[in-house]
């Protein structure tokens, strides 16, 4: 069972940039598809980045589109979200999942029930 432990979250101001790190605890992430969900009070849980670990195919939600990137670092083990140019709105919790890459697509790498493992959390303020 893959563990997912997740950090890098905190306050920032507007245009701003964070790094969030994913790290696999018990595990590794071969074989598997990796991704970053974020869910702000009173709304859904949504996808915003996603990353095939063995291939390093990318796939973006909306929100991420040109100011966020995903990327491996296969020596950590681990998961990264670079993060740029922050808004208000990208305030939320942002969560890492794993899911196994043979039941995955690049379409349905934007489902949360294509993942099976989930870390606990991340909490994004972008405040002034």
């Known amino acids: 069972q893959v563990q997912l432990v997740e950090s890098g979250g905190g306050l920032v101001q507007p245009g701003d940039s964070l790094n969030l790190s994913c790290a696999a605890s018990g595990g590794t992430f071969n074989g598997y598809v990796l991704g970053w969900f974020r869910q702000a009070p009173g709304k859904e849980r949504e996808f915003v980045a996603g990353i095939r670990w063995n291939f390093g195919t990318a796939r973006y939600g909306d929100s991420a589109m040109g100011r966020f990137t995903i990327s491996r670092d296969p020596a950590k083990n681990a998961v990264s979200l670079q993060m740029n140019n922050l808004k208000p709105e990208d305030t939320a919790v942002y969560y890492c999942?794993?899911?196994?890459?043979?039941?995955?697509?690049?379409?349905?790498?934007?489902?949360?029930?294509?993942?099976?493992?989930w870390g606990q959390g991340t909490q994004v303020t972008v405040s002034s």
């Open positions: 999942a794993a899911g196994l890459a043979a039941l995955t697509t690049i379409h349905t790498m934007d489902v949360k029930a294509s993942y099976r493992y």
